[in-house]
């Protein structure tokens, strides 16, 4: 009797969302390793809808590998998980993290399994590898489910079967992250207000003129045209406003003025408070 | 009388000034994720690095929990952390903290105690404070803030009154110093954050920062301002109630004085002892009252201004943007 091969289908179908810091700890733990140690690994900190798991903080577990055992410090990572919980009740464990590239092995599998204990969604936890070795020219993260693999009734093993993985920017960390892109590596100033201004104003114009360059594609036919582009693009200018140039010159006048009282009164307060300063009024009495 | 140039010049010997502070491209990101999912009430954290000489590296920061009623518990939460975190080889030295404010509002009372409580074990802590309505608006929300080293002296020795500050030429310009933020990554870092570049379409950043309806901003700013006016004309209220009752004070001691002299003259023509001119226990000294506040009050609306002023000049550039691509657009 042959028996069969079972190879369940479930689990398969969720995406994986990293915010960057997540990964930027991970180099960070990464580059403070022991010398002994060639990977480190954690646990990812989350929330987990359906089928879209939101990973947004992480922290390093201390653990000791050898050839064929590994060890995790639990202690460690019950009072991180703790400490974690008292500042953000609504996160939960959602899996673990390493920083190797390359295959898996049998040590991942025991861990796998010990964090599957402890989440308690019914894909299991979700293992993230940030590739440090840096032998390719980028650094590639992937993400990966396991599923059980039994022959009968027999357990065989433990399958990772990767699943899509995407950077999360919430707004505010894109300007984050931003800002860390156009930090000068040598310098690392912070851009002033003015440049930020430009760097919008040229995005925008970059946009429009894309824009414009498909439109002129399609209607010279050298592109097929997508309806619903076409129409998206229609609503979008229906948006801007329409003024007569009286209208708008009262616009602009009136806006003009407000800022430039709001610009006198700042200034005029600003200097009275230096001449108060200087002429020593603060400390006499009102007459 | 020395003055604050004189006070700066004073050679240091062990410590140097401190000139830049250097934040990890994580302890930003990290310290955004917590304000703003905190918001709008004000959070707090702890920053760790090093001191470097002139430059003040912030290498790792985490979150306290919101302040409970017990304060043994919050004293474990930072001890369980620090040991973990050193189990994994983070710096463990406490460099201050970080926590968010609202519309630019942090200089109170209680930001100058927690920094004098700090400089007892740290000489150089630093206070990062975020504003997640600057962040949003498109603008780097984070400031470096550190108490000025003679004014933490004078606060030390409790010497807070007109008189003393004006001796020590301490004005409120010299309270709080900001002190510029450089970020810094890990070569490994910058690898990663070259990867991550964020595709080139518009982000809610640039929404914000193109956009022209700023009144909301500039109304709340300006409801801020007028409540620090306010404060302003109460803390000018005290110290005219002061004089007043230093004025009538006096005017008590000269009518007693009198009053003993005429006895006095009345005893001594009856041969009896002359009483004394003197009674120090019925005319206490009244307490000049601290020029702290009207300090703060005074550096506040300072900050208010200047945010008012930048942000209503910004409103008239991208006006005549406007103007001028209308223009374009007629002809």
Known sequence: MVASLLLPLTGANITVKVHPVVLLQICDAYIRRNDKQDRVIGTLLGTATEGVVTVSRCYVVPHTESADQVAVDIVHHKTMHEL????????????????????????????????????????????LRLDTSLQQDKLPCSTFVSRGLALGDKPLGMEFVEVPCDVAYGDVERVGVSLLVSGDPEKGKPTAEQETLATSITRLTALLGKAQAYVEDVVAGRREGDASVGRYLADTLAVVPHLEPAAFERMF???????????????????????????GTAALPLI | MTTVADLLKRPDVKETVLKTVQLDGQVVLKIMQHCDGAQPSIVTGQLLGLDVGQTMEVTDCFPFPSPEDDGDSSTNYQ??????????????NTVGWYQSSVLGQYQTQEMIETFISYHDSIKKCVCIVYDPQRQQRGQLGLRAIRLKD?????????????????????????VFVEVPIKIHNSSLAQALIADLNPAPG???GDLER??????????????????????????QGKVSMYHRNVARQQQQMAAWLQKRNQENIARRAAGEEPLPE??????????????????LVT?????????????????????????????????
């Open chain 1, 84 to 127: 974690h919980q008292r500042v953000a009740p609504s996160q939960i464990i959602v899996g673990w993290f390493s920083t190797t590239g390359g295959g898996l092995n049998s040590s991942d599998a025991l861990i796998q399994e010990h964090y599957s204990k402890e989440v308690t969604a019914s894909y299991g936890p979700v293992h």
């Open chain 1, 253 to 279: 006048n009136e806006g003009v003025q407000d800022d430039l009282l709001l610009s006198y009164f700042a200034h005029l307060v600003r200097s009275q408070v230096s001449l108060a300063e200087r002429l």
């Open chain 2, 79 to 92: 001890l369980d952390m620090m040991r973990c975190l050193r189990e994994v080889n983070v710096d463990n």
């Open chain 2, 150 to 174: 003679s004014f933490i002296e004078l606060f030390k020795e409790q010497k807070l009154t007109g008189k003393d500050l004006r001796e020590a030429g301490v004005g409120w310009r010299d």
């Open chain 2, 202 to 204: 518009a982000t809610a």
């Open chain 2, 210 to 235: 193109l956009s022209l309806a700023n009144a909301g901003y500039l109304s709340k700013t300006m409801a801020n301002l007028i409540e620090c006016m306010d404060d302003m004309l109460a803390e």
């Open chain 2, 278 to 295: 003197e009674d120090p226990v019925l005319f206490k000294p009244i307490p000049e009252p601290s020029a702290l506040d009207q300090y």
């Open chain 2, 299 to 331: 550096s506040q609306i300072a900050g208010y201004c200047d945010m008012l002023g930048a942000a209503a000049e910004k409103g008239m550039a991208k006006m005549y943007l406007v103007q001028a691509a209308q223009k374009a657009a007629q002809h």
